[in-house]
């Protein structure tokens, strides 16, 4: 089979867009999945050096890193702002941010919902894995009913805890969004159907109608406490029906 | 006596919970013990450490740069705590997955093979406890009576059926523990 | 008949998540028994049946795998 | 009965939280504090004592909750590490305005900004000088172990009732994480007090009650600056605490140094002695108010002072304000998550101190 | 014509629940009108004693002065965790917030969102009146498009200053909140229809069931630079259209 | 041509901010220096200068777009009053960290909470000890007129841009709100300087540009800070910038007042040393630095030293750790928003300073 | 027959916002010539048609205004 | 030469500009000045008012608690600034709607019927600058010349047709002042 193993015959590797930094994500977390989609979609539309990108704090907080781009690091839940600052006076750029459900739904809620509000011409990339998985798996706005959580050890209880966020559908009332979708990385076909909903995501920038948001549903062995593939079977059966796949907002024509 | 002892391996190996029990252990026999774990991004998947103190007057730091053991489960924690182990100081590790054994002169080695004796007695979770076996053959600073108390204090109430287990596995490491270099 | 694939895993940078064994369609993938430098039973080639579809290349969270394709 | 344990620092604040009588805990994770919540959460004290305890969206969002609770006259508490705690700065000067109780433990970790999860000292200034706007002094209690710790959440909440005044516990990741053997006390009622400055409904036949931090005529909010000076002149005489070392001794030179940090330069000064050299320690366990009339005091006999920070330099000015020239007053620190070793103060202590 | 008064033939006073102390309110200013509805739900439910406020930063930050009822000052945008931490205290207890639409919708929008979606068993009366008052007539979320103000002197400008945002529509759309509901109080009949809203939420706030939301469209004759009755010309013809008056959320029986 | 106009500091601020090239502005209300914004979107500079201005939702929000703005190396500001800037805490720690530069200008009000928005200098340590967590420093400049506050936005970014730190510019509400004459100067183009540290683009060939405050590795966070302290200590080296009046002729007596507040100090001065007493006044114009060099010279000399502040204490602290015990230091002030007038400050010469 | 009503007006803490003026249904309410010592033309009684509905007084921001009206 | 001057009124009266005014007229001769207006939740609706202060030095502070003049346009504001001005200084009030006149006999009073004659006028929006007229006959610090510069200035552009209308105002309050009592 050898003979098979030479440059020309390469139908996918590793793209440039990503660096050869070894990640410090868990095994099979979905975060470096993502990464690549991400990353694979810059390359696609050939903008790498037109790219500005804003990591947040959570376990993504080092993808500046991975990323072959020029990255900020934002406050916990400010990463929203942080892209206006830069999209406001790089107009010209493709800015994105990269943010956990702890960091764009709890802490960043006014952030998240005033850049939409604004219609920030900006690509949120939205990493629902359901808990604070860099702080070591406290409950998340997106914790679902029941889940359990470091700070939830018997369950979500909503009655006092209060319920699982769907910020995608929130935001996506707002006028200021122009694009607001829903996907997963944990399966080949769904990790290639985010990248082209990021691609989209990203051309749709160009033409400055407002901020698209894509939601990707991900998941946290480690702190739910499963192997990764379990985790992405649990995922599908508890995380989806919740939070289901597809366009929440598609550009009007 | 105070020994400062670095424990050091994979996560899931039960490097933590093995300082918690001598900790507690000491407290049983009315000593002064601290224990510190290391926290931050390299605690999940990879790595995990932590210190334990256990000294008759009391501790200054839980935290410092060289140690008068090292207990080392995996080849990362071998590169990086060989060096930091105090000239005439020990460090005891487990065979499995050690590529490049320890090489220093001025300190005592032991070598244990504890996840394969943890194997044959059918229960990979003991591990940690045939290690901790073999370092207290080598530094009996606690009394095997005070660890099985100081287990029941760690493990919780409905896991004490399992201390019979535990102590086997203690003493099996004593047995099993070898000196490869004295100090 | 299916193209003839083949990919290269860098074992070193495997977390042994698995995620390509299940995403493979050919079954061309499973956890060694050795582990690596960093404890983890990396991925290994089982079988000869690579097709080269990228499946497992995709999924991998840690792009540490290649997909080769035969072109004709 | 007391208790005796073997408990993580952040775990054996969290219980004695729930023994001190609080009423309620809200907070928002952060490393390295995140195992006060999680205990609470795991432990349910709701079930027993009733005390609730809330993940709220933010730090804002929790400090806020503070000031909600605390305006009605209740016990409680929150914890964050530095970024955290910056965000609470508006409210926290809020609530020292609005003369309201409250407990907030600042496990430090190194700034600044993100910086690093590794224990630190480097939010001293923040704690004393007032980090918020305007004129305000927070009761800043500094635990040098576990069981201060615990001790010190209720002395906290003591302090905090008897001047109206939030109480800052500055500890760190050192201390939060650690394990030590700790003496609980034993558990206190919840508080049924009805405070007359405290909403809780309005009484029928008098006024009602206004929580506010707000006074638009500056004569009157200049009043009420002038009323929480006096407050802080009285805890400055009354509330100072610390612990010498050999100070009583004749001594040559001196240590200060507080917290986690404390407990290592004590035993740089025991192997100093060791080496014939004369000197003490003094380990203030109240930084705000500061222990000015020791220091002043020892200021006049020693040859030198050197203090000791996991931080740039920041206590450094508070003893030098004590010492006010009497003597010189050197700086020995680690930064960013390091910490000193014995060794590297004992060095410290020959070249910078003696030698210097 | 002085036989009729006496206090017998009384049938309109001002509440016991508003305390004597003068407005500090501009002429005409709807807040006052407000007030009177909320101290008069109070009244009306027997609750005054019961009932804890909570005031925020905005013309209405010295509202504690007016109604008599325990009251706190909260921090700008910060009323709805201060009523958290009160209610979560004091569950027993009445508790309401008094908020403008830059103390809810613009610095408090995170607080807001997550008091509703934990659904904490709290009344928000809300004063959307499309500008910040107190600071000088800023621009504020609610400020409609094309509406002037001090930051938008020639218009609020969709592209540049993002969208008015329906912040209470938002809000209906949390499983948290139990009834979002939009008033005013410029005519007699509107002033006694929000009344009427405002003792239902009270009301329902012994069900334990979630948040109530009161939106009050109000006006701002100080800063809208027009006479009280003008202003509320323009309220009617400007602010309804596009923050329409009536129920978004009823509770389900 | 620099071209003389009368104007409310606020406004001037504004107006200089457009001529000194800023790239943008974003900001959020709050008395007393709405005016800043207002009058930026007046203006209009997008049209002029091509600067952009945004009202945030709050001023977290703004200060993190200034983050965001000024990672891209651009010239870029923000403006507040004590409840916003202490908002702002945890997002300057970072800015400080990631060494970005930039502008914030605190218009002080009195404090602490809600406080009153009359004048104040509450938040004086706030700015130079470091309101948020770590060991940072902002510049501080202090004006104390219309002509400084427009002259320092200018110097402002200079430094800023020299030091790759962020700039306070801490007035208050007197100079905020007042008209004066001012010179303004001429428009300076807006920088198109390509900064290597910038995130613009990755540039071909070179590593990718990452603006970050995190640093995990201890070790490394240390450097980081050790890094930043050499930068601070370069500052207090360079740009220390005072006025001095009467200091040096033979004085007996010295006095210490920033901002607005020195304003009025320096006519006390006069009445005083027309009754005959031999007394100066040192204003700093930064307060971090701090001048230390020349009031410790000057300490060195005087019988003693009255600082004189609006608020209950708080530059007296580096007036002291300046002095260093060789003379002793007094203390004058008004708080809440009250003013202190010449009379006044007289009167504590007279019996504080020269009878107490 | 409407009932009879009437109200007293406490005009010096009458604002003259004239909020009251327009919600009258009997035109009984206008604006003084006089101002109070606040400066403001507070609101008169023009008429005697007052039917003690009450509307002035609900929409009185400041609520100066006491309803009476005639029970029979 | 300083004069320190407060100018208060109710909102709308033009109080706010009479100051700015004087200032820029102040500027016109080569004078320092500084102008502070009051500003809180009390600029809203109720009173206003605006310290103005021209001299031939440096100004110190902007504001003031003593007032060489007070320029009263309300009693609210006679109430709170009468007793603020210095033995020796100045009060000139408008008579509309003041019921309680100045009592002071350490300062000179001077009453102006200007609220009238602006309604004779035909522009009550002119009422300001009869008041100032007034002042500037009692106390002649600036040149009628460098007003009308310093109208220009606060004036847009748009509006300075209106300036022969203020300088007639202006001109015409200086002749209706009346001096009640002189210190
Ligand atoms: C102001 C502040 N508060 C809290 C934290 C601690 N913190 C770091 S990451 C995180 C949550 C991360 O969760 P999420 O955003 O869901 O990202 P994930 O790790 O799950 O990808 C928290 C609370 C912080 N760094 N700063
Ligand atoms: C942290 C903070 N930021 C800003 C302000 C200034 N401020 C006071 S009220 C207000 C807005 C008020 O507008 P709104 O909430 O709509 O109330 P309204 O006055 O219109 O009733 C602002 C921005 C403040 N006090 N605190
Ligand atoms: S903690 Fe969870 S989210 Fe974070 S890297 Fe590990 S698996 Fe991924
Ligand atoms: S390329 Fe396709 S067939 Fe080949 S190993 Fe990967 S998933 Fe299996
Ligand atoms: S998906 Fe990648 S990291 Fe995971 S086991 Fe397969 S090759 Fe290894
Ligand atoms: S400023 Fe507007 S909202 Fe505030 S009191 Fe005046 S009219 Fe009402
Ligand atoms: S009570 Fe009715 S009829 Fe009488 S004055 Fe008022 S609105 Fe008019
Ligand atoms: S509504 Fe009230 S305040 Fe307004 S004019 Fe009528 S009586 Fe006066
Ligand atoms: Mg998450
Ligand atoms: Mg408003």
Not at chain 1, 46 to 72: K, R
Not at chain 3, 8 to 22: A, F, N, Q
Not at chain 4, 330 to 345: N, T
Request: net charge neutral; hydrophobic share 40%.
């Amino acid at each position: 089979m050898s003979e098979i193993i030479k440059p020309e015959n390469i139908v996918y590797e590793k793209t440039k867009v990503m660096t050869d930094k070894v990640m410090h994500y868990c095994p099979g977390c979905g975060h470096g999945t993502a990464h690549k989609m991400v990353a694979e979609a810059i390359e696609d539309l050939g903008i790498q050096n037109e790219t500005i990108g804003v990591t947040p704090v959570g376990c993504s907080v080092l993808a500046y890193y991975y990323f072959a781009v020029d990255m900020q690091e934002a406050a916990h839940g400010r990463a929203t702002a942080v892209a206006t600052g830069i999209k406001r006076v790089m107009p010209e750029k493709y800015v994105f941010t990269y943010q956990g459900d702890g960091d764009l739904a709890a802490i960043g809620t006014a952030e998240t919902i005033h850049a939409c509000n604004r219609g920030e011409n900006i690509l949120i990339v939205f990493i629902n894995n359901g808990i604070y998985g860099m702080t070591g798996g406290q409950m998340a706005p997106t914790t679902l009913e029941g889940m359990k959580s470091s700070t939830s050890p018997y369950g979500r209880d909503l009655k006092t805890m209060g319920n699982p966020l769907k910020i995608s559908e929130l935001v996506a009332q707002l006028e200021g969004t122009y694009y607001v979708t829903r996907h997963s990385v944990h399966t080949p076909a769904n990790a290639r159907k985010a990248k082209r909903a990021l691609k989209k995501a990203l051309e749709y920038q160009k033409l400055n109608k407002g901020t698209c948001l894509v939601e990707i549903v991900s998941n946290c062995p480690s702190n739910w406490k499963m192997t990764p593939v379990e985790s992405n079977k649990w995922m599908e059966e508890h995380m989806f029906p919740f939070y289901p796949l597809g366009d929440i907002k598609v550009p009007q024509q | 006596m105070t020994e400062e002892i670095i424990i050091a391996g994979f996560g899931g190996q039960g490097v933590l919970s093995m300082g918690q029990i001598l900790c507690y252990s000491g407290v049983m026999q009315e000593k002064e013990v601290t224990w510190f774990p290391s926290y931050g991004p390299e605690m999940r998947g990879g790595t995990a450490n932590c210190t334990a103190i256990i000294s008759d007057e009391k501790i200054s730091s839980p935290i410092v740069n060289v140690y008068d053991t090292a207990i080392v489960l995996n080849q990362p924690s071998m590169d990086k705590f060989e060096p930091t182990v105090k000239p005439g100081g020990l460090i005891i590790y487990d065979s499995n997955g050690i590529i490049r054994h320890p090489e220093r002169k001025d300190i005592t080695v032991c070598i244990m093979d504890a996840s394969e004796e943890a194997v044959k007695m059918n229960n990979t979770k003991i591990m940690n406890m045939i290690v901790l076996g073999g370092f207290l053959k080598i530094k009996p600073i606690i009394e095997l009576d005070n660890v099985i108390k100081g287990l029941s204090n760690v493990l919780p109430e409905r896991y004490h059926k399992l201390i019979p287990l535990n102590e086997q596995a203690i003493k099996r490491g004593m047995e099993i523990v070898k000196i490869v270099h004295k100090a | 008949m299916a193209k003839k694939g083949d990919i290269i895993i860098d074992i070193e940078k495997c977390k042994g998540c698995e995620v390509c064994v299940v995403a493979c369609p050919k079954q061309v993938l499973a956890a060694a028994n050795e582990v690596n430098a960093k404890g983890y039973h990396y991925a290994i080639k089982v079988n000869a049946e690579c097709i080269g579809c990228a499946n497992c290349a995709v999924v991998c969270p840690d792009a540490v795998i290649t997909v080769y394709r035969e072109k004709k | 009965m007391k208790e005796l344990r073997l408990m993580k620092g952040n775990e054996a604040l969290a219980e004695a939280s729930i023994r001190a009588g609080a009423d309620a805990y809200f907070g928002y994770p952060i490393t390295p504090q995140s195992e006060v919540i999680e205990y609470l959460m795991h432990v349910q004290p709701e079930k027993t004592t009733g005390m609730v305890v809330l993940q709220a969206e933010s730090e804002i969002g929790a400090i806020n909750m503070i000031y909600g609770a605390a305006g009605c006259g209740k016990k409680v508490l929150t914890t964050s590490s530095g970024p955290g705690i910056s965000l609470m700065q508006e409210a926290l000067s809020y609530i020292a305005g609005a003369e309201l109780p409250c407990v907030v433990a600042n496990i430090q970790r190194g700034g600044p900004g993100l910086g690093t999860i590794q224990p630190s000292q480097g939010d001293y200034f923040q704690s004393v000088k007032g980090g918020g706007h305007g004129d305000y002094k927070l009761i800043t209690l500094a635990p040098a172990s576990v069981q201060e710790t615990v001790d010190y959440v209720k002395l906290g909440f003591e302090l905090a009732f008897q001047y109206r005044n939030p109480v800052m516990i500055l500890t760190d990741g050192i201390i939060g994480q650690m394990m030590e053997k700790v003496e609980l006390f034993e558990q206190q009622p919840r508080i049924t007090e009805q405070f007359d400055w405290a909403t809780k409904g309005k009484v029928p036949g008098k006024d009602h009650v206004i929580v506010t931090s707000l006074m638009l005529q500056s004569e009157e909010q200049e009043k009420i600056n002038l009323r929480l000076q006096a407050k802080y002149r009285e805890v400055e005489n009354n509330e100072v605490r610390y612990q010498e070392h050999y100070c009583d001794e004749d001594i040559d030179y001196l240590l200060v140094a507080f917290g986690s940090c404390a407990r290592i330069t004590q035993k740089s000064m025991e192997m100093a002695r060791e080496k014939g050299i004369k000197i003490g320690l003094i380990r203030p366990q109240t930084l705000y108010p500061f222990p000015v009339a020791i220091i002043e005091k020892l200021a006049a006999k020693v040859k030198g002072i050197l203090t000791v920070e996991m931080n740039t330099g920041q206590m450094i000015e508070d003893v030098k304000l004590a010492a006010n020239g009497q003597t010189k007053v050197e700086f020995y620190g680690r930064c960013g998550g390091m910490i000193p070793s014995p060794d590297e103060i004992l060095n410290a202590i020959e070249t910078k101190l003696i030698g210097g």
